[in-house]
Every structure is written in C-alpha cells, then in structure tokens.
C-alpha cells in the first residue's frame, strides 16, 4: 500500500499519522503530515454495553421518525396521541426530534464570558440553562471540551438540544477560540486537565459530566483521573486521541517506522520562519475546507460557518506558537494506562469513518475492546461518520448521549471516580 501525505490542523494531536491509500480516498496535498487510516469495525447504530450485547434501551430510528410525524401531525388521532406522549421519555424527547437545533456563530458569541485562571489567563466559556425546569437533583450540569483547531462554536448543533434539559457548559481551551493564547506557554495535556478541573472547582461547583471529542476526550480522561473532589461524574468519549501529537502512539509498527522523521519535523518547525510558512498555508479558508473535507464524512457538515470557526482564531497573536507548542510537545498520558482506573460511568462514541483514530488502530481497538472488560464503559460506533461525530453527524450523537444522560440522572452520584 501506498503512504499519502495530508496535512490536517483540525485534529492536530493527531499530527502526524501514516494513512495507506485507496483508490477512493481524497488527500489533500500538502507536505509535512502523514496520517495513516483505518477500514470500518464493529456495528454501526448499535449500543453495546459488557459482552457485547445489544442494549434493548437503544432507540430505532424508524421508532424516532414515527413518533415525530404523530407529534406534529395536528390530524392524529388522540390515542395516536397518548401513545407518542407515553413512549417519548425526558431522556429521548430532544433525540426524536429529526431537525438539529443550531446556534448561529453571531449567538453563540453573544454568550461569551470570561474566567480568569490563576490570576492571569482569560479563559473564554459559555453557559446555556435548561428551557425546562427539572426538580431532579440528581441531574448533572455538562461541560463540552473541543479537540484542537476547535473552539466553542463547534459545538453548534448541540448545545441547544442539550440545553432543553441539562445546563450545558462549553469552553475554550487556553490556545484556542477566545481564549488567551500567551506567548512562550508550555502547552501539555496536563495543563489542559488541570485548567478543566479548576474551571469545575471555581465556576461550575458541582459533580459534571465532561463531553469531549479528540485531544478534548483525552483532557477529559486525564481530569477525572486526577480529580480529588468528586468534581467529574461521568465521561462521553467522543474519538478520544492517544495523546497531545502521535509521538504516542509508539507500539503502532507504522509509527516506529516513521518515528525518525517525526523528530525531523519536530526540530523543522522549532525554526520561526518554516513554522510560520507552514501555519500561512494551513490556515488559508481553502486549505482549511479541504482538510475538513477529509476529516468529516458528511459533506454537508462542512459549510462556510465551519471554516470560520476554525480560521478566525488563526489570526489571533500566540496562535502560531500554540500551534508549535503542541505538535512538538510531549504527547501526555496514554488512555490505556488511566481508563482502567476509573469506575465512573463512560459512554465512548467513535465514527467509524475516522482517518485520524480509526478503529484498527490501537487506541481504535482498545476503545472498542473496553465494553467487554470494564462493565462502567458503553460503546456505540456511529456508521458513516469522521473524526468530530457532534458536527458531522450531531442527530446520531444525540441519539445515543440523551438517552444515556437520561439513565445516569437517575442514579445518586457517589461521589468517587476511581477503582479503589
């Protein structure tokens, strides 16, 4: 098989990736990354808990479509009626819905806000209030974590469904967004851990289930394994990442081979003037929509206001040098070594059309072996999806997440993370 080289900002934990080539693959032709991929495994659209075994919870969506068309149908008989009425619970109600709820950029900024971390960042977040008053109080608060490139606004097509019943969270990372991005700082997956974890402790004040997707999934894993407090009451993995760059994923044969080049690209972009060469190229609005292109299986999902969110911070000073901070930094603590010693509950999302951490690779297929050794992590694998699930296919995701939020707002919080 053939080695394609793409480059890709979007995900840039996973900067460096080795890809074979296929005959119907799309590649953007830029040098300096190679990203290696993955064929489908497992069954999308289906929840699988401990052994394997279907979960009877799992909402058909043929079920989903009937019980909208008898809501909205004025003409519906009564008992048509009541059966909607009875078979759509608080946790599926938002997931029955065909049409996405989206925030326009514009509202979303409006929401803005600041916390100031450690007495000199400006760290950027938003808060969204439940519409419906729920006297459970049992239901956690969420907090959205974005991968890298990301920010805040991708989490568009999700913070209003979420927010029908949850009060929704969403934060900027310092390096990304509106966030600072403070020349000279030491980017590390610890660091980002230590940041969400006060923003629970300082801001949020209540046990939180962290939603993350990619290098955010990680920061979200490392966080409820150092959380002393209670502060982390459930984790939604979504294509989590195996480190800050792919200086982790060492037993990977097609890492080692390249592993020597790594270091090559690593010292290329500690030179100012061919790290800034490389950034100008990247982050040009064409360059951008290509590289989402190969990161997002629906298409669709890659509108105008996507390339927006992920380009307006690229201008921002400190941009440049998060960007070589974290593609030459250490990679962080691996998923492998820290889920294990978490009890509380998981739901890992992974689309299976993801180029970045496919499925037959190894944090893919460790992701994909944990509903049979540890009986606290759900999995479900989102057929005809890419690397961010919630804006490529965020219908799917709903799907799976309200139902299971729905069933964890039923259980008491104990108040412990780890296996003693």
């Given at each position: 098989?053939?080695?394609?080289?793409?480059?890709?900002?979007?995900?840039?934990?996973?900067?460096?990736?080795?890809?074979?080539?296929?005959?119907?693959?799309?590649?953007?032709?830029?040098?300096?990354?190679?990203?290696?991929?993955?064929?489908?495994?497992?069954?999308?659209?289906?929840?699988?808990?401990?052994?394997?075994?279907?979960?009877?919870?799992?909402?058909?969506?043929?079920?989903?479509?009937?019980?909208?068309?008898?809501?909205?149908?004025?003409?519906?008989?009564?008992?048509?009626?009541?059966?909607?009425?009875?078979?759509?619970?608080?946790?599926?109600?938002?997931?029955?819905?065909?049409?996405?709820?989206?925030?326009?950029?514009?509202?979303?900024?409006?929401?803005?806000?600041?916390?100031?971390?450690?007495?000199?960042?400006?760290?950027?977040?938003?808060?969204?209030?439940?519409?419906?008053?729920?006297?459970?109080?049992?239901?956690?608060?969420?907090?959205?974590?974005?991968?890298?490139?990301?920010?805040?606004?991708?989490?568009?097509?999700?913070?209003?469904?979420?927010?029908?019943?949850?009060?929704?969270?969403?934060?900027?990372?310092?390096?990304?967004?509106?966030?600072?991005?403070?020349?000279?700082?030491?980017?590390?997956?610890?660091?980002?851990?230590?940041?969400?974890?006060?923003?629970?402790?300082?801001?949020?004040?209540?046990?939180?289930?962290?939603?993350?997707?990619?290098?955010?999934?990680?920061?979200?894993?490392?966080?409820?394994?150092?959380?002393?407090?209670?502060?982390?009451?459930?984790?939604?993995?979504?294509?989590?990442?195996?480190?800050?760059?792919?200086?982790?994923?060492?037993?990977?044969?097609?890492?080692?081979?390249?592993?020597?080049?790594?270091?090559?690209?690593?010292?290329?972009?500690?030179?100012?003037?061919?790290?800034?060469?490389?950034?100008?190229?990247?982050?040009?609005?064409?360059?951008?929509?290509?590289?989402?292109?190969?990161?997002?299986?629906?298409?669709?999902?890659?509108?105008?206001?996507?390339?927006?969110?992920?380009?307006?911070?690229?201008?921002?000073?400190?941009?440049?040098?998060?960007?070589?901070?974290?593609?030459?930094?250490?990679?962080?603590?691996?998923?492998?070594?820290?889920?294990?010693?978490?009890?509380?509950?998981?739901?890992?999302?992974?689309?299976?059309?993801?180029?970045?951490?496919?499925?037959?690779?190894?944090?893919?297929?460790?992701?994909?072996?944990?509903?049979?050794?540890q009986s606290n992590v759900t999995l479900s694998v989102l057929q005809g999806v890419g690397h961010c699930p919630h804006d490529d296919r965020p219908k799917l995701v709903h799907d799976r997440l309200l139902p299971w939020l729905a069933n964890l707002s039923t259980v008491p919080n104990l108040d412990n993370n780890k296996v003693v």
């Amino acid at each position: 098989m053939g080695v394609t080289v793409i480059l890709c900002p979007h995900s840039l934990p996973k900067f460096l990736h080795l890809q074979p080539s296929t005959p119907n693959q799309k590649a953007v032709k830029t040098s300096c990354l190679l990203s290696y991929g993955g064929g489908r495994a497992g069954e999308g659209g289906v929840l699988l808990r401990q052994n394997n075994q279907p979960n009877t919870t799992t909402i058909k969506s043929s079920c989903i479509t009937t019980l909208r068309s008898m809501k909205l149908n004025s003409s519906s008989s009564s008992s048509s009626s009541r059966t909607a009425a009875k078979a759509t619970s608080a946790g599926a109600a938002a997931a029955a819905d065909d049409v996405v709820l989206e925030l326009e950029l514009g509202e979303i900024k409006d929401k803005y806000m600041k916390w100031n971390w450690k007495g000199q960042y400006a760290i950027n977040y938003v808060v969204s209030h439940p519409e419906n008053a729920n006297p459970n109080p049992n239901t956690p608060p969420l907090l959205l974590v974005h991968g890298f490139g990301a920010s805040i606004p991708h989490w568009r097509r999700n913070i209003k469904t979420l927010a029908k019943n949850y009060t929704v969270y969403a934060i900027d990372l310092i390096g990304f967004g509106a966030s600072d991005k403070p020349i000279g700082f030491s980017y590390t997956m610890e660091k980002w851990a230590e940041l969400i974890l006060d923003f629970l402790d300082e801001v949020v004040q209540k046990p939180t289930v962290l939603i993350g997707n990619s290098v955010g999934s990680l920061a979200c894993v490392i966080s409820a394994s150092e959380s002393k407090q209670g502060l982390v009451r459930g984790l939604v993995l979504l294509n989590c990442s195996g480190g800050m760059n792919n200086k982790a994923i060492v037993d990977d044969w097609r890492i080692k081979l390249i592993f020597p080049l790594l270091l090559l690209i690593d010292f290329l972009l500690q030179q100012r003037p061919i790290a800034s060469f490389i950034f100008e190229r990247v982050r040009k609005r064409e360059s951008l929509r290509n590289i989402l292109s190969s990161v997002y299986a629906n298409k669709e999902s890659v509108d105008d206001e996507l390339v927006e969110i992920i380009m307006e911070p690229t201008n921002d000073p400190g941009a440049l040098d998060a960007f070589v901070s974290i593609v030459t930094g250490p990679p962080g603590p691996n998923p492998v070594q820290l889920i294990p010693g978490l009890s509380l509950p998981i739901l890992v999302l992974w689309g299976d059309e993801d180029p970045f951490t496919p499925l037959d690779g190894p944090i893919g297929k460790y992701f994909s072996s944990l509903p049979s050794q540890q009986s606290n992590v759900t999995l479900s694998v989102l057929q005809g999806v890419g690397h961010c699930p919630h804006d490529d296919r965020p219908k799917l995701v709903h799907d799976r997440l309200l139902p299971w939020l729905a069933n964890l707002s039923t259980v008491p919080n104990l108040d412990n993370n780890k296996v003693v």
